[in-house]
């Protein structure tokens, strides 16, 4: 029985070592550690007092003294009464607790070595131990200083070039307009050709007006009715366009015409021969068409060509706008095809016009046979100011007579204003009527006449010259029947050869076509005003003056 108030403690020697591990590896061999005698009390208990028969030396263990405890508080003294347990009495040693004997373990039986589960585990190479050389440390590292070394620029990253694609191509030169060939205009008529001179007139030529130009006056009362012997003959009944009546005329016939002289008298010079069907032999007949776009493709149109050849063979000239053609040849081939029955019609063209890309092209059709031209009279409008956007053309007429003096004589101005710039084309246009009444001192007929996009209302300065008037007026020029675009322009009291007749060819009806058929042919109708073959001075009984 171990003493009171000591505890057995067991031997390290009875300890049992630990059981073999079964990875084929060496058992390892216990540890046997010895206890040092500590000196805790007085009383000291020993390996023999506690296992008499151990074999091993007796090794002094440790020696556990009464610890004195502090006296238990009256309250905890009850509790401790209720539970059964006696409080422990202050001095009172600790009891000994009941030593337990622990059993035995029989010695482990040696297990045969186990096969490794995973052979490639046993077959990695040991890695061999890394050795790190020791560095070396300077003696005198205050001393190693690195030498200053010029502080190194990074080269900026050149731009990447730029690809090829992103420069723009260079222009075509196909994109530019060609310029104008010196083979464009027709070449002039040969001198022996020529009619002879259109005579110079006897009387001085009035200066023209300083200052804004008058008003016109008001026109002159029209009858509604008028004798049949103060009439010319009325066209033919093959005629396709209809005469305007006279009381629809703008203005009226002088006196001294020979609308308003009676019949001629027999030694009256002769006029012109008929030279196609539906011309009359007592007057020529003028007109003003505008062929839309008049180019190649219109050109490739049997149909379309068939109705503007019929056209033009219904008058002694032609003024034709919006000539639209890259080639030089689109006019005399339309020429050609007119002169197709037999006829003898001449042109005569003027330059490529125009701020823009799409230039445009003036030309004149007149019989031969019945109008002669001046080709020295050829050319175009001065532009000061670049007031047009097509500086119109000019060129100075001739009825064939016999004798040639006796014939009209007069200049026409082709014109086509800019739908956009109309008031300011207009108006300047107004300035080239007065300037071309004293271009030549042996002329002062001047027949304004074209597309000007504006009717009388909007005719501007026009109005303001004085005894100024216009042939068409109070029905519509174009295709689709709703403006008047186009007209004749020329002073009533200077130009008394009109013989107020005039008229629109209306496409659809002449040719008996729809509508849109007729625009194929062109946006806008023919405008047309009859004039006298013979000069006015002359009837009046005037000398021509000798050349």
């Not at 030529?205 to 008058?214: D, E, F, K, S, T």
């Not at 003036?362 to 532009?383: A, M, Q």
């Not at 956007?389 to 204003?417: C, K, M, Q, Y």
Request: proline letters at 19%; a neutral charge.
């Amino acid at each position: 029985m171990p003493q009171s108030g000591v505890v057995p403690l067991a031997s390290s020697a009875s300890l049992p070592g630990p059981a073999p591990v079964a990875s084929g590896l060496p058992p390892l061999r216990p540890i046997t550690m010895p206890m040092l005698p500590h000196t805790i009390g007085p009383e000291r208990v020993t390996a023999a007092q506690h296992d008499p028969g151990a074999s091993a030396p007796q090794v002094p263990l440790a020696t556990i003294r009464s610890i004195p405890l502090p006296p238990v508080e009256p309250s905890r003294r009850a509790g401790l009464a209720a539970l059964g347990l006696a409080p422990i009495q202050p001095g009172q040693p600790l009891r000994s607790l009941p030593v337990v004997e622990q059993p035995r373990l029989p010695p482990a039986t040696p297990q045969p070595p186990v096969a490794a589960a995973a052979p490639a585990v046993a077959s990695l190479p040991v890695p061999r131990p890394i050795s790190y050389a020791p560095v070396p440390i300077p003696a005198q590292p205050s001393l190693m200083r690195p030498a200053p070394s010029a502080p190194q620029v990074a080269a900026a990253p050149l731009p990447p070039p730029l690809p090829v694609a992103t420069v723009p191509p260079p222009l075509p030169v196909a994109t530019l307009p060609p310029p104008l060939p010196v083979a464009t205009l027709p070449p002039p008529l040969p001198v022996a050709t020529l009619p002879p001179p259109l005579p110079v007139a006897s009387q001085p030529v009035a200066p023209l007006p300083v200052g804004p130009l008058p008003v016109a006056a008001a026109p002159l009362p029209v009858p509604a009715t008028a004798p049949a012997a103060a009439l010319p003959p009325a066209l033919p009944s093959s005629a396709p366009m209809a005469a305007a009546p006279m009381a629809a005329a703008p203005m009226a016939a002088a006196a001294g015409s020979p609308t308003s002289a009676g019949p001629l008298a027999p030694a009256a010079p002769a006029g012109p021969a008929a030279s196609g069907p539906g011309k009359p032999t007592d007057s020529i007949m003028i007109a003003s068409f505008n062929i839309q776009v008049f180019g190649e493709s219109k050109l490739a149109k049997p149909q379309v060509v068939d109705v503007l050849t019929k056209v033009v063979r219904q008058f002694d000239i032609v003024a034709v706008q919006e000539v639209r053609a890259k080639s030089d040849s689109v006019v005399p081939t339309f020429v050609s095809k007119i002169n197709a029955d037999g006829s003898r019609y001449q042109f005569v063209i003027g330059p490529r016009l125009g701020r823009t890309v799409s230039k445009e092209q003036y030309t004149f059709i007149y019989d031969s046979n019945r109008i002669e031209l001046d080709p020295s009279s050829v050319g175009t409008l001065p532009n000061p100011g670049d007031k047009f956007h097509r500086p119109p053309l000019r060129a100075r007429f001739r009825v064939r007579t016999n004798p040639p003096e006796a014939g009209f004589s007069f200049w026409l101005v082709d014109i086509h204003t800019d739908p956009d710039e109309v008031p300011q084309e207009v108006d300047a246009l107004a300035d080239a009527f007065v300037s071309m009444r004293s271009f030549r001192p042996d002329e002062d007929d001047v027949i304004v006449l074209g597309d000007l996009n504006a009717g009388p209302p909007q005719f501007g300065r026009i109005k303001q010259i004085p005894g100024i008037g216009w042939a068409v007026s109070g029905v519509t020029t174009n295709t689709r029947r709703s403006k008047t675009y186009d007209n004749l322009i020329f002073d009533r009291t200077v130009t008394t050869e009109y013989t107020g007749r005039w008229g629109v060819l209306d496409l659809q009806d002449t040719f008996h076509i729809p509508l849109d058929k007729a625009l194929e042919v062109s946006d806008h109708n023919p405008v047309w005003a009859a004039f006298s073959p013979w000069e006015a001075r002359q009837m009046a009984g005037q000398t021509a003056p000798p050349r």
